[in-house]
């Protein structure tokens, strides 16, 4: 077990890099004040009333990371706006304030609201109604002044703790909560803060920690969750913040807990990422060496953002899994990735098998079962063989496809793909065996090939 | 459901064909008076007294199928004699018979005996004890006596029922119980006529028979019995005379019975062997296109009688698939042969494996087993990649086979593969990969690949 002293001097370590230093923090507030003013100023002068900004996130509660430049700022609309109001005033308030930026453009969320980059920060404004509770929210993003209340009241004097929480699950890769990555948040790391008292605390308990794991602050939770992280909101006892964490993610944080209990180490706050500097031919080697087979599903990138794209690709991926399990392929890693290019890349055992497989029948003294289907299959002409082995009926029937890529060429589109990707590789779609993928000139491809499958 | 008339006329045409005639029968019977005849005078003049000579076996109860000039004459000494006498004089009475053979030689089963070729048959002379009662038997044999005197009492009327019985086995090649065969034997067949009362009866009957099927005609047996078919042994109520009957002679039997019943024809009985008119250029072209791949292993025949060697034969053929199995290459089919050379036959999905597995280790929450786990695998320098996925850990290493060959060669004799054939193997042997299988000249291995897998 690590001593006080050395986790302290860590945390120390960590602090002087990643912590503002007065004049980060003096910009990033002036900034803030600057654009809530033009808000408000703005709202004032397209005559709304009781139009409110409201500064939101970790900039608004001290627990932002050095050179990370967000801003939040929510346009709060009183409840007697109506949706179609909310949604043509809030943009054109927006709209005015991103006149002065240096690059802006529309997104959508359940609302649509603006990105743009001023001042050097990236700022999202954000219409949303001002409920009184957080029980009665209109649409998601209402709930986020609650949330920035609860920890701005709690969070006091642990800031630190949470900066450098974020630090070590951005360094191990389990940070983001978006769903191309099924991490966690930033208002779960807050939570769990708050929750255990101090990153030591934290890591010590996730050591431990199992599936089902249920922390609940307020003791107010009324619902049943599954996910292997439960940590009820504070503001909302129906709801898991930590509901986006996927299984592997929840047991990275878990292992790198202990492993950074068992070592303490910058390493996991700051890892040396390797990765540049392997190069592709060594890459290519290697996988050449392990005798597998490759093949990579190339289609024109539907145009989504990430939030809607990633969890289509992780439906592709895991529905062309079952296909080729279904038709005997063995596969033994998949990924998909999204970057110059966008596909799924598997590796197979094989991606040949014999023309024929080995139908098993029911055990021949199940009278009628065995009888229909002795019938069916013996004198069927394109059976290849038919015997008793171990008391039941084999017929050896021709296999569908005992080449994967015809298989795929004529399956696809029977999976379970989401919409968009769906469109997309029914348009149609390019096949890359083995060594070929490397003409996929995609450097995310290339990346996820170097510390192929996977590095925990 | 056949018409009676059917039934008969079929059974009609059948006798016809495999019914002894007269000259036959009189042939048959002389030869074994004179035989008898001979074995009694020579024990007389041997001064050896109290020992009779008789005739047992099929051809004592006029259960023989035309052709099968089959003969065993047991010697039946005095229970005051010794093992060592029997066995002695037994051979020593044989022996002076023997003298007026055409050919006869020694062979063993509990003891030994002789086998000769003599006026054109087959002739056994086996010594046994002459023991009161079938539960005093000092030997295997001593058992014949009994059996043929509860069947000549018992069949009278019914003998034709057995042979049609007989050649419908015989045809569907389920005849046999020696240890190669693992079917159904002479005695069996003729305790199904009888309790059966018909070969009607026996078709009709057997269509519905299950695994545990329990036929004891004198209601006496005493021990539990595992196997398949269980039919007691009306001279011994421990003894099931369908022991050494395999399930899939069983299920065999079961199948053609419903496919009689449904069309019944003579061909069940007298099948055309088509097997010689395929020719070897066919059988190649046909084992190709299966896309699998044919391994054959190669060794000396240990000198050995069938009864011995095929037990050690279909251990070796378990072992080797168990062996296979355990390094992930998939065997599809596989059977043992023994002619002019002796081997075992694989048919296999693939030879080759990527130089990887992915071993499974447990759940990162199992908190002890998986320290001890990730601290085994994750950084041994041959580990290709230590990931968690669906919250277990993966190591991924190296197979120590990717190759059959190399695993056969390696392993094959840490199998389990019978006394003799152990030896033999570590001897030396042949590998054979996909058709340079057609290298092993020899006609029992032919004849299996021009059916291969099997069929019903």
């Given at each position: 077990m690590v001593a006080t002293t050395e986790f302290a001097t860590i945390k120390k370590d960590v602090l002087d890099k990643i912590s503002p230093n007065t004049q980060e923090k003096n910009k990033l507030q002036?900034?803030?004040?600057?654009?809530?003013?033009?808000?408000?100023?703005?709202?004032?002068?397209?005559?709304?009333?009781?139009?409110?900004?409201?500064?939101?996130?970790?900039?608004?509660?001290?627990?932002?990371?050095?050179g990370t430049h967000d801003l939040?700022?929510?346009?709060?609309?009183?409840?007697?706006?109506?949706?179609?109001?909310?949604?043509?005033?809030?943009?054109?308030?927006?709209?005015?304030?991103?006149?002065?930026?240096?690059?802006?453009?529309?997104?959508?969320?359940?609302?649509?609201?603006?990105?743009m980059k001023y001042n050097g920060f990236d700022v999202d404004i954000v219409p949303c109604f001002k409920v009184q509770s957080a029980s009665d929210i209109r649409s998601a993003v209402d709930r986020t002044p609650f949330h920035n209340e609860y920890i701005k009241t709690n969070i006091k004097g642990l800031e630190n703790?949470?900066?450098?929480?974020?630090?070590?699950?951005?360094?191990?890769?389990?940070?983001?909560?978006?769903?191309?990555?099924m991490g966690f948040s930033g208002y779960l790391?807050?939570?769990?803060?708050?929750?255990?008292?101090?990153?030591?605390?934290?890591?010590?308990?996730?050591?431990?920690?199992e599936p089902g794991k249920y922390i609940d602050i307020k003791?107010?939770?009324?619902?049943?969750?599954?996910?292997?992280?439960?940590?009820?909101?504070?503001?909302?006892?129906?709801?898991?913040?930590?509901?986006?964490?996927?299984?592997?993610?929840?047991?990275?944080?878990?292992?790198?807990?202990?492993?950074?209990?068992?070592?303490?180490?910058?390493?996991?706050?700051?890892?040396?990422?390797?990765?540049?500097?392997i190069d592709i031919k060594k890459t290519k080697e290697y996988l050449i060496s392990r005798k597998t087979v490759f093949l990579a599903i190339v289609f024109e990138k539907p145009d989504l953002v990430d939030d809607i794209l990633y969890p289509q690709l992780y439906k592709m991926q895991h529905s062309v899994n079952l296909l080729l399990k279904n038709y005997d392929f063995e596969?033994?890693?998949?990924?998909?990735?999204?970057?110059?290019?966008?596909?799924?890349?598997?590796?197979?055992?094989?991606?040949?098998?014999?023309v024929l497989k080995k139908h098993h029948g029911p055990p021949v003294w199940v009278c009628d079962h065995a009888e229909d289907f002795r019938k069916k299959y013996e004198n069927?002409?394109?059976?290849?063989?038919?015997?008793?082995?171990?008391?039941?009926?084999?017929?050896?029937?021709?296999?569908?496809?005992?080449?994967?890529?015809?298989?795929?060429?004529?399956?696809?589109?029977?999976?379970?793909?989401?919409?968009?990707?769906?469109?997309?590789?029914?348009?149609?779609?390019?096949?890359?065996?083995?060594?070929?993928?490397?003409?996929?000139y995609d450097s995310d491809l290339t990346d996820l090939l170097k510390v192929w499958p996977d590095k925990l």
């Open positions: 002036n900034t803030a004040e600057l654009l809530k003013n033009n808000v408000e100023k703005t709202a004032h002068n397209m005559k709304l009333n009781g139009v409110t900004a409201k500064l939101v996130g970790s900039a608004a509660r001290n627990t932002w990371i050095s939040d700022i929510f346009i709060m609309f009183p409840l007697t706006t109506t949706r179609e109001e909310l949604k043509q005033w809030g943009l054109g308030i927006a709209k005015k304030i991103a006149e002065n930026s240096e690059y802006f453009e529309e997104r959508y969320a359940e609302h649509p609201y603006i990105n703790e949470v900066l450098v929480l974020k630090q070590f699950m951005k360094g191990i890769k389990v940070y983001g909560s978006e769903l191309k990555n790391t807050e939570l769990l803060v708050i929750h255990y008292g101090s990153f030591e605390n934290i890591i010590k308990s996730a050591c431990k920690w003791s107010h939770g009324n619902v049943i969750h599954e996910e292997p992280l439960i940590v009820i909101d504070p503001t909302d006892p129906k709801r898991n913040v930590a509901a986006a964490l996927s299984l592997d993610k929840f047991c990275i944080f878990i292992s790198k807990c202990r492993q950074f209990i068992e070592k303490p180490d910058l390493d996991f706050f700051f890892p040396q990422f390797i990765n540049s500097v596969v033994i890693n998949s990924k998909c990735w999204s970057g110059k290019e966008t596909g799924l890349l598997l590796e197979l055992i094989s991606d040949n098998l014999p069927m002409p394109d059976t290849f063989s038919f015997y008793i082995e171990n008391g039941i009926y084999i017929a050896e029937i021709p296999r569908q496809y005992s080449n994967v890529y015809n298989l795929i060429k004529e399956k696809i589109t029977t999976c379970a793909l989401g919409k968009n990707i769906s469109i997309s590789v029914k348009k149609g779609f390019r096949l890359y065996k083995n060594m070929d993928i490397f003409n996929i």
